[in-house]
C-alpha cells in the first residue's frame, strides 16, 4: 500500500523536493533578508519620506503615505523574488550545474521538471509574501480581514513574472538578458507602477503603459485588500490579468523546455 501511494505522487513533487532541500543551505539568511527588507523600505520610505508627505499633502489617496506604499512594497517584493528565482537559477540549471537533466535521467519529464520549479518558485512567494504581510501588520497597516489574501495576491503577482521569464531564460545561451530584465525591466516598474505616488500622476500618454504592466495589478489589489473595502469587480479583473499572464507564461514555458531540454 505505501509503494503505491509513492508510485501515486504526482512527479513534479521530486522537482519541487530537490529544490526545497537546496534552500536548507540558504533558508536563515533568506529569511533574515525577507524580514529586513520590509523592516528597512517601511521605516525609510514610509516613515522617513513619509512624514515629509503627510506634512504637506495631509493623505495620499485618502490614506497616510506609509499606508499606501506599504502594500505597493509587498506586490513589488514578490515581483523581485519572481524574477530572481527564475532567471539565473533556470539557466544554472541548464548550463552551469545541468539539474534539469540529471533530472530527466529519472522517470521526471520535462512538464515535471517545469511544474516543480515553478512550485517551489510558489513556496517562496508564499514565504515572502507571508513575512511581508506580517512586517505590514506590526506597523499596523493592515485595516481589514481581507488582508490575509493579500498572500495569495502576492503570489500571484510574482508568478505573473516568474512563469512568462522562465519561459525566456530556458532559450537564453548567456545570462546577459538578465540584466536588461532588471535594468529595463524590473526597475521602471518599482518607480512607476503606482508604489509610492497614484499613476494618475504620471504624464497621459504613459497611464495606459502603467495600466497594462502587471505590477500595476498586484499593486493595486494587494493595496485594496490590505487597506479592506476592495472592490470586488476592480479586485476580480486585477487577480484575472494575473491569472492570464501566468497562463500564457506557462504554456510558453512547456514550449521553450521541451526544446531546450530534448535529448
Known amino acids: 500500500m505505501t509503494g503505491s501511494r509513492r508510485r501515486a505522487r504526482p512527479l513534479w513533487l521530486r522537482s ?60 513589488s517584493a514578490a515581483m523581485q523574488v519572481g524574477t530572481s528565482e527564475a ?31 515553478l512550485a517551489w518558485i510558489v513556496v517562496r ?9 506580517g512586517v505590514l501588520a506590526a506597523f499596523g497597516l493592515v485595516r481589514s480581514w481581507e488582508a490575509v489574501l493579500a498572500l495569495p495576491a502576492g503570489v500571484l503577482t510574482g508568478l505573473a513574472f516568474s512563469a512568462p521569464i522562465v519561459a525566456f531564460a ?13 535594468r529595463f525591466g524590473v526597475v521602471p516598474l518599482f518607480l512607476f507602477s503606482g508604489i509610492f505616488f497614484p499613476i494618475t500622476l504620471l504624464p ?30 476592480a479586485s476580480v479583473v486585477h487577480a484575472a490579468y494575473l491569472l492570464a499572464l501566468i497562463a500564457a ?5 512547456t514550449v521553450t523546455y521541451r526544446r531546450r531540454l530534448s535529448v
Do not use: N
Open 170 to 182: 530556458a532559450t537564453q545561451e548567456k545570462d546577459a538578458a538578465f540584466s536588461i530584465i532588471y
Open 125 to 133: 512567494l508564499s514565504m515572502v509574501s507571508g513575512i511581508f504581510l
Open 249 to 253: 507564461g506557462y504554456a510558453l514555458a
Open 16 to 75: 519541487l523536493g530537490y529544490w526545497a532541500f537546496q534552500y536548507k543551505r540558504t533558508w536563515r539568511s533568506s529569511v533574515t533578508s525577507s524580514f529586513l527588507e520590509p523592516l528597512l523600505f517601511l521605516t525609510a520610505m514610509g516613515i522617513g519620506l513619509g512624514s515629509l508627505v503627510d506634512r504637506h499633502v495631509h493623505h495620499v489617496a485618502g490614506v497616510s503615505y506609509l499606508a499606501f506604499v506599504g502594500p505597493g512594497l509587498l506586490a
Open 87 to 117: 532567471t539565473y537559477p533556470v539557466m544554472g540549471a541548464i548550463k552551469w550545474i545541468r539539474t534539469y537533466f540529471a533530472m530527466l535521467a529519472t522517470p521526471l519529464r520535462v512538464i515535471d521538471v517545469l511544474t516543480g520549479h
Open 204 to 233: 497621459g500618454w504613459l497611464q495606459p503603459v502603467a495600466w497594462a504592466t502587471p505590477l500595476y495589478h498586484g499593486v493595486a489589489l494587494c493595496r485594496s485588500l490590505v487597506l479592506g473595502g476592495a472592490p470586488l469587480g
